[in-house]
């Protein structure tokens, strides 16, 4: 299993851009989450999924962000326009259904906004 | 508001010697608390899970405590290895279908 996978490792964009964050769950696992970690915050859950459908996004910081799960193996965080306070790293991690399983975190997505 | 603490930003300690990381919490109630270690440029890794009504739980070098009256968990690691030099994060959750909330975390070094 290849874990859960975040695309791209590294983002840099000008403020006012667009940005799209890009994560692919482990197989099988039915709750996804994106969170943002920074040094004075430190890891923020913006919002999370059960089977496709989101549960709450009452983290997501403005209407700025927005986010997907069309399918199981596939969502998307998007910031439209994008702001140098956004500048973060963004994980993306998922969880099977089972009690006792923790969360799986992939490598994440630093996002700089200049 | 909930809030999580964790003892410390940064603990040092010498190899072979027993850490022990705090997580206090209040204004929460949670069923499940997981611990989770944090390597610079990568997402953390789950270690542990630890219900309400466990005690303590354990595995290889690792123990965790979890203490409801208190509002605390201790999270140990013994034999201590520079290897283990990372960021370890508690979390808590209230029901296992929800979300987990994550404490600062402690930036721990074991000095050779």
Avoid at chain 2, 1 to 17: D, H, M, T, V
Avoid at chain 2, 54 to 71: A, M
């Amino acid at each position: 299993d290849a874990g859960v996978i975040q695309s791209p490792r590294h983002e840099v964009t000008e403020m006012g851009q667009e940005v799209t964050l890009r994560c692919k769950p482990i197989s099988g696992h039915n709750s996804l989450f994106w969170y943002r970690q920074t040094m004075m915050r430190g890891l923020e859950l913006l919002i999370y999924f059960n089977n496709n459908v989101p549960i709450d996004d009452s983290g997501m910081p403005e209407d700025r962000f927005s986010a997907k799960m069309p399918n199981a193996s596939f969502s998307t965080l998007k910031i439209q326009p994008s702001e140098p306070r956004d500048s973060a790293v963004y994980f993306c991690a998922s969880r099977p259904g089972g009690q006792g399983q923790g969360y799986t975190f992939g490598s994440g997505t630093r996002l700089t906004v200049v | 508001s909930q809030k999580i603490e964790q003892n410390s930003e940064a603990l040092n300690i010498q190899e072979g010697k027993t850490a022990t990381l705090t997580c206090n919490y209040t204004n929460y109630s949670p069923a499940y608390l997981q611990w989770y270690r944090q390597d610079p440029g990568r997402g953390p890794v789950f270690l542990l899970l630890i219900r309400e009504n466990e005690k303590e739980k354990r595995k290889e070098r690792l123990k965790v405590t979890f203490d409801t009256t208190l509002k605390q968990s201790l999270f140990h690691i013994t034999a201590s290895q520079p290897a283990d030099s990372a960021t370890y994060l508690c979390a808590l959750g209230r029901g296992y279908g929800q979300n987990f909330v994550f404490g600062p975390g402690t930036r721990l070094s074991v000095l050779p």
